[in-house]
């Protein structure tokens, strides 16, 4: 007995302890998160519906330039996605209608209208999964609280399946890998509507391909990662630094120029052809106090003044990571889950005391770099598209949007001789650690479900 378990702990069966860990807490994080619980959900949902009736993108307004993106959707959506019932911000205060069974039992209705939905102009490719769970809704005529709930737990299928693939895979920083997929902002990021989810599941393989590359040889693992790259700049344009990583990875490895040039083509030339079709309608000033030119113009004119905002807006993302969705055990929750953060950064710290090649010492440096411009990008770009002018920090960012970087971090292992080693004790705190979070995870939030919503 004794020695299945120091079995279950070892690196070989790591996936297998993720998989017990992980698996209960992510799969009630679909039931226990109320409806259209993040700022974009509704967005995410309703083109998630596009896509299940066969749509790419909005190529009515694009041909028209109209400059304002639509999707299809049943008309008798409309009361669900609109309702203060669902706002997030209603919700944390408590101000919210005493009876929604009208909106519980709405329906898909045989008449479709277009929507106006600002995710009209992403790729389809990132609603694969939620878009099966809105046509299982869809066929069965079931409620849009069913449909939403159908869509979340195929997102949550199938992404939770490429974390413990992806752990499985990776031959170098299953530890870290394992960490940080098992943040409960991680967990919950894949059970809900979102196309992040997508992402996640994807960067999470893309990383663990990648440390699979050992010389110009390992062509599957090369080419496999090379997707994963492409789908991730295709959904998010902003990740064009992990890519010139990954090129002079390969570089080091001896893989040639001429392939070198080619998945570089291959990963930016979809993404480019993409958002330049899309690009009539892309939405300009569309959040109030928001003007995209303004805002350019003073990251143009003020780049130091940019740069503290965005360092203070760094900061705040960060700590956005170590907070829940909702629940009334804000502290307690913040606390386990930020212990956990600073175990994986102590972990890190610990490996790298011992590096000593120049050559390991650069590549890390350079992969920190990319990793810190990626992140630098998606605070420009939500700068300048979400933020009202003269505005103090950067709005509309989300502790997830530096997840994806943090995942790539796990490939400084690649450049460690030891990989991530720990000690049985070590590893029992960690086990421990996400033990702990997975329990105040669960009971924080069918807590605040039972009093938001179950009681209505």
């Known amino acids: 007995m004794l020695n299945r378990i120091y079995s279950l702990l070892s690196l070989a069966n790591l ?18 998160i109320f409806p259209l619980q993040s700022n974009d959900e509704w967005g995410h949902f309703l083109r998630s519906m596009d ?7 909005d190529f009515e307004s694009i041909n028209a330039k109209t400059g304002v993106p639509h999707v299809e959707g049943p008309d008798s959506v409309i ?31 045989s008449t479709t209208a277009r929507l106006t939905d600002p995710f009209a102009v992403y790729p389809p490719v990132s609603y694969i999964f939620s878009s099966i769970g809105t046509v299982i809704g869809k066929i069965t005529n079931s409620t849009y609280s069913s449909t939403l709930y159908f869509g979340r737990l195929t997102n949550f299928f199938f992404s939770f399946l490429a974390f413990y693939f ?8 299953k530890v870290l890998l394992f960490l940080l997929l098992a943040l409960p902002s991680c967990l919950s990021l894949i059970a809900s509507y979102s196309q992040d989810a997508f992402l996640l599941g994807v960067t999470a393989l893309t ?12 062509k599957r693992y090369i080419l496999a990662a090379s997707l994963g790259l492409m789908i991730m700049i295709l959904i998010r344009p902003h990740y064009c630094p992990l890519l010139a990583f990954f090129l002079l990875y390969l570089y080091k490895k001896k893989v040639s120029f001429k392939k070198l040039l ?16 899309v690009s009539p309608i892309i939405t300009k000033k569309m959040f109030p106090g ?5 805002q350019l113009n003073y990251v143009l004119h003020n780049p130091l003044d940019f740069c503290n905002i965005a360092a203070r807006s760094f900061v705040e993302n960060w700590r956005r990571i170590f907070i829940p969705y909702i629940g009334p055990f804000t502290i307690l929750y913040t606390w386990a889950q930020s212990a956990l953060g600073v175990a994986t950064i102590l972990l890190v710290i610990h490996n790298l005391m011992g590096l000593k090649k120049s050559d ?13 411009m990626t992140v630098f990008l998606i605070t420009l770009s939500a700068y300048i598209s979400w933020t009202p002018v003269k505005a103090q920090l950067v709005e509309g960012l989300q502790g997830r949007y530096l997840l994806p970087a943090l995942l790539f971090l796990s490939l400084i292992a690649i450049n460690l001789k030891n990989d991530f080693t720990i000690k049985p004790m070590y590893t029992s705190i960690i086990i421990g650690g996400v033990t702990l979070v997975s329990v105040i995870t669960n009971l924080s939030s069918l807590i605040a479900v039972t009093k938001y919503f179950v009681y209505r």
Do not use: Q
Request: aromatic share 16%; glycine share 4%.
């Open 15 to 32: 996936h297998n302890l993720f998989l017990i860990i992980a698996l209960p807490v992510a799969f009630s994080y679909i039931f226990v």
């Open 79 to 109: 009361p669900f996605v609109t309702s203060r019932a669902f706002s997030v911000d209603a919700i944390g205060t408590g101000d919210v209608p005493a009876n929604i069974s009208h909106l519980k039992d709405l329906r898909w209705s």
């Open 290 to 294: 928001v003007d995209e030119i303004a």
């Open 207 to 218: 990383v663990a391909f990648i440390t699979r590359v050992e010389s110009a040889e390992s």
């Open 166 to 173: 992806a752990i499985a895979i990776a031959s170098r920083g």
């Open 262 to 277: 080619f998945i570089f083509a291959l990963a930016i030339v979809p993404s480019v052809s993409w958002y330049l079709y």
């Open 360 to 372: 390991h010492i650069f590549m890390i440096a350079f992969l920190m770099l990319m990793s810190f």
């Open 51 to 57: 896509v299940s009736y066969g749509n790419m993108t």
